[in-house]
């Protein structure tokens, strides 16, 4: 039986239309040769130069079609230079995230023996982790919505038990298949800035409990406020 699936593509500003062309050549050639699915992909307007043509970063229509597609092919948004009139940059990507809370950013990160790096590895070493950065909270809350007088700005930052609780268990959970593939020991690091903000306290405290279901895993909050990095982020990683 052939699966079909339907792709919402966002061909994105500045050097997106250039990456997504040949992206979607290669898939349609992929779906072509495929026995088991095909693949129909709709090109989707938004992002900055659409603003510009008609005052509309995310028509209502391409939100609905986002909302309807199987999955979602977006590429780079937003230009310097066009901007909403509060100074802020194009950037339907984050509403995209919010509205069908797509909380867990997730980042491969990967360097292979033999591969070019600036980077000096000794002889043989590699680098194979993943960042999983929470993409809807922390100060993404307050998008469109801070307060700026001549004086000062204010953003509101929220963390939410629910995201929390659906980060961490999605960060648990591609730990123990990255173990199972032998790709890392099955250990998550949970980044944050707890030792000064009450609300990543309380992000740290809903990881510690996550971190108590799984036994066959490592969890590890930083215990250093010297290494704790100021962001929303939690990794899971194979360390060298």
């Known amino acids: 039986m052939v699966q079909k699936f339907e792709i919402a593509v966002f061909e994105g500003d500045g050097i997106g239309p250039e990456i997504t062309a040949p992206t979607c050549e290669l898939l349609l050639h992929l779906s072509k040769r495929a026995k088991t699915y095909n693949l129909k992909l709709t090109p989707v307007p938004a992002g900055a130069a659409h603003y510009v043509k008609t005052g509309q970063s995310l028509p209502p229509a391409s939100m609905q079609a986002a909302r309807e597609a199987d999955a979602i092919l977006l590429s780079a948004m937003g230009l310097p230079d066009v901007r909403y009139p509060d100074g802020t940059e194009i950037s339907p990507q984050i509403e995209l995230r919010k509205a ?139 360390p060298p």
Request: proline share 7%.
């Open 100 to 238: 069908l809370s797509l909380f867990a950013g997730v980042r491969p990160v990967t360097l292979r023996a033999g591969q070019k790096t600036p980077l000096k590895l000794p002889a043989g070493r590699e680098i194979d982790f993943v960042l999983i950065r929470e993409s809807t909270e922390g100060l993404f809350f307050s998008q469109g919505c801070g307060e700026v007088t001549e004086d000062a700005a204010r953003e509101t930052l929220q963390i939410t038990r629910k995201t929390s609780e659906n980060l961490f268990r999605f960060a648990f959970s591609l730990a123990r298949s990255r173990k199972a593939e032998k790709r890392g020991p099955g250990r998550v690091t949970c980044v944050d800035k707890a030792n000064v903000f009450r609300a990543f306290a309380f992000f740290r405290e809903i990881f510690g409990q996550e971190a108590a279901r799984p036994p066959d895993l490592q969890a590890d909050p930083p215990t250093s406020r010297d290494r704790v990095m100021p962001t929303h982020l939690p990794c899971f990683f194979r």
